[in-house]
């Protein structure tokens, strides 16, 4: 089995920094893809940023400009640099990953708390 561990979040003001990492561990031989979401408070999951094993990434629009999502493959970790932040970035932070057999794991959660 997989397991995802999401690390680095925490309580920050307007306009700071914070760093996510999600290490995958277990049975992972590949990882085709690897992602963020989040969940605001009273509202859905929805897709941050993601990154597949080609390097291309691709953001909410939200996000743009702001977060920036990367991988470190020998790892298999997959990082979140969230710069700028803003109270409406406040929300739990989920990584999720593809594996290269197809498949998909959810990490718990990181909280993530951007203060005015």
């Known amino acids: 089995q997989v397991n995802l561990v999401e690390s680095g979040g925490g309580l920050v003001q307007a306009g700071g920094s914070l760093r996510l990492s999600c290490a995958a561990s277990g049975r992972v031989s590949s990882i085709n893809a690897m992602g963020w979401y989040r969940q605001p408070p009273g509202k859905q999951r929805e897709l941050v940023a993601t990154?597949?094993?080609?390097?291309?990434?691709n953001y909410a629009d939200s996000v743009k400009g702001r977060f920036t999502i990367s991988r470190d493959n020998a790892k298999n970790t997959v990082y979140l640099q969230m710069n700028s932040l803003k109270p409406e970035d406040t929300a739990v932070y989920y990584c999720r990953i593809v594996t290269g057999t197809g498949g998909i794991y959810w990490g718990r959660g990181a909280q993530v708390t951007i203060s005015s």
């Open positions: 990154i597949i094993s080609g390097g291309s990434t």
